[in-house]
């Protein structure tokens, strides 16, 4: 089993910035691929970001390109979402995931969820 504890959501005024972090514990090693979702009112849940963990490769949604970042320190098994120029269109609740044994960025089937971290941006 894997254990995902995400943090640093809250509230931001457009334009403005927060990075989130997801802390993944237990059986890590089987752990290839990790994403970070959000899901707006009304919504369905959208993948925003992922990063395969052996290799620098990363997707991101066209919605965010250019304004949020994946990044991962694989030694202290944490992975970031740097969220740059925030607008409210960004406010959502915003979930870490992990895959095992996968190489397919683009899925959205994953294994572990964590509770999710609420991001709001005031316009």
């Known amino acids: 089993q894997v254990q995902l504890v995400e943090s640093g959501g809250g509230l931001v005024q457009a334009g403005g910035s927060l990075r989130l972090s997801c802390a993944a514990s237990?059986?890590?090693?089987?752990?290839?691929?990790m994403g970070w979702f959000r899901q707006a009112p009304g919504k369905e849940r959208e993948l925003v970001a992922s990063?395969?963990?052996?290799?620098?490769?990363?997707y991101y949604a066209d919605s965010v390109k250019g304004r949020f970042t994946i990044s991962r320190d694989n030694a202290k098994n944490t992975m970031y979402l740097q969220m740059n120029s925030l607008g409210p269109g960004d406010t959502a609740v915003y979930y870490c995931?992990?895959?095992?044994?996968?190489?397919?960025?683009?899925?959205?089937?994953?294994?572990?969820w964590g509770q999710g971290t609420q991001v709001t941006v005031s316009s």
């Open positions: 995931a992990a895959k095992k044994y996968s190489v397919d960025l683009t899925t959205l089937s994953y294994d572990y």
């Open positions: 237990g059986r890590t090693f089987d752990i290839s691929v």
């Open positions: 990063s395969r963990k052996s290799i620098s490769l990363t």
